[in-house]
């Protein structure tokens, strides 16, 4: 009976990307859909930069409203703390879902994110997922439960039969356009704290910010404390995340960490238009674009000649060629001009 209904889970979900459904909608809408047979409390999900796991766009189930201290003390376990099934690790793995209560024991009792961040809010049992496809992750989310009713393999497993068609959804809404009017024109500059607290803004940054907290509530403040985190993690000290701001053009927003100053664990956070080589590799890998074959459309979106491209990829014209038809397939359409116009947004 339940593979019956995951079944029609994914085909409504399915349909929901076939829509052009975007992904805040996508994911409140699934997340509606799950709650009908695994019934939970709250719930969390959110769309991610395949390229950085930053979290991007961040829906929660009937308002769960997130405040600072649950952002900060949230990205630090998740992004650099030694938490049971984070999603960095979770998406490593064969089976695209975790429960809490498998991971050990005193992995359970150390854990940040249940004993201080969950438990005061009356919730203890948990059971994430990773929405990956063709090895690239595309959204993470988590459900919550009170204490005394833990989620049953039967509910795991129903979650474990819709995250592929989740997965493949998000890529989906990833390549959705409906870009609106150009964002609001000056640098966009934020100086944050150490855990992700706002301390400085340009004029431009506050309307930016504005805009966006006005569009989705909440949503750049888990952005802002994943970046944050992530950086700090990083050996680097810099993390980048692409994203669509409240007008869904799509912007790449880094933070980076200060080496001078009073406080050298404070970040630097901008956010600027994304590039055509920002948005590359992001778009052709939601098409379901291969490696090799994004190299190909690098070279195709620079300009360059067939004989050019075979030369600096060290492979045959005709090699080029047969990369560039199955692109075409993928992404729909029939020449170079198409593909470009399709991949400049």
Not at 32 to 57: I, K, R
Not at 123 to 130: K, Y
Not at 239 to 265: F, H, K
Request: aromatic share 6%; net charge negative; hydrophobic share 45%.
């Amino acid at each position: 009976m339940w593979e019956e209904r995951a079944e029609r889970a994914r085909r409504e979900i399915a349909a929901l990307a076939a829509a052009g459904t975007g992904l805040g909608e996508l994911y409140a809408a699934a997340l509606g859909l799950v709650q009908q047979q695994v019934p939970f409390e709250q719930g969390c999900w959110a769309g991610v930069d395949p390229g950085s796991l930053v979290m991007t766009s961040v829906v929660n189930w009937r308002d769960w409203g997130v405040t600072e201290e649950y952002a900060a003390r949230f990205a630090e376990t998740e992004y650099a703390g030694q938490e049971p099934n984070r999603f960095a690790e979770l998406s490593r793995r064969p089976r695209p879902v975790a429960r809490i209560s498998d991971a050990p024991h005193r992995d359970v009792m150390r854990s940040v994110r249940i004993n201080d961040i969950l438990k005061p809010l009356g919730l203890e049992h948990e059971l994430r997922t990773v929405f990956r496809v063709d090895e690239a992750c595309w959204g993470v989310g988590s459900i919550f439960r009170e204490p005394g009713r833990d989620f049953s393999d039967r509910e795991v497993e129903f979650l474990a039969a819709v995250a592929a068609t989740l997965a493949a959804a998000s890529r989906i809404a990833v390549r959705t356009a409906h870009a609106g009017r150009p964002t609001v024109g000056g640098p966009v500059i934020v100086v944050a704290g150490p855990r992700g607290d706002l301390r400085a803004a340009t004029a431009a940054a506050v309307a930016w910010l504005a805009e966006v907290e006005d569009s989705a509530p909440g949503r750049f403040t888990m952005t802002l404390h994943s970046a944050v985190a992530q950086a700090h993690a990083s050996g680097s000290g810099t993390a980048r995340a692409r994203m669509r701001d409240a007008r869904n053009n799509w912007v790449v927003l880094q933070a980076s960490r200060l080496i001078t100053g009073d406080d050298p664990e404070q970040m630097v956070v901008t956010v600027e238009p994304a590039t055509t080589h920002d948005l590359a590799s992001l778009l052709l890998a939601a098409y379901g674009v291969t490696p090799r074959e994004q190299e190909v459309c690098v070279e195709v979106l620079s300009g360059k000649p067939t004989a050019d491209i075979a030369a600096r990829l060290y492979i045959s014209p005709h090699t080029v060629h047969d990369h560039l038809k199955s692109v075409y397939a993928k992404v729909g359409v029939g020449s170079r001009g198409e593909l470009v116009a399709k991949l400049v947004v």
